[in-house]
Nanobody, 118 residues
Framework: QVQLVESGGGLVQPGGSLRLSCAAS????????MGWYRQAPGKQRELVAV?????????VYGDSVKGRFTISRDNAKNTVYLQMNSLKPEDTAVYYC??????????WGQGTQVTVSS
């Protein structure tokens, strides 16, 4: 059983910062990549950022977060981080951690709420 445990969400003012963490635990094959997706009310789930756990750790970002968010990894801990700066009200959403292993099988976290409001 694989679990993705997310932390770090909350309420922040526009222009502020938050850091999300997601740790994978349990019996699993090698993780190939981890990342974050988000879903706002009435909208489809969208890519925020993903990072490869193989090699140099290439990254992909959604257009709306480029230059503001940074994804990073700790392979030894099977953990991914998302540093979110210059937050905007439109960043308000439930953020979901995602992991894909080498089989490949996909896993999702339970989601963490991020609210950007004054």
């Amino acid at each position: 059983q694989v679990q993705l445990v997310e932390s770090g969400g909350g309420l922040v003012q526009p222009g502020g910062s938050l850091r999300l963490s997601c740790a994978a635990s349990g019996t699993m094959f090698r993780i190939n990549r981890m990342g974050w997706y988000r879903q706002a009310p009435g909208k489809q789930r969208e890519l925020v950022a993903v990072i490869n756990f193989i090699g140099s750790g290439s990254t992909v970002y959604g257009d709306s977060v480029k230059g503001r968010f940074t994804i990073s990894r700790d392979n030894a801990k099977n953990t991914v981080y998302l540093q979110m700066n210059s937050l905007k009200p439109e960043d308000t959403a439930v953020y979901y951690c995602n992991a894909v292993d080498s089989t490949p099988r996909e896993y999702w976290g339970q989601g963490t709420q991020v609210t950007v409001s004054s």
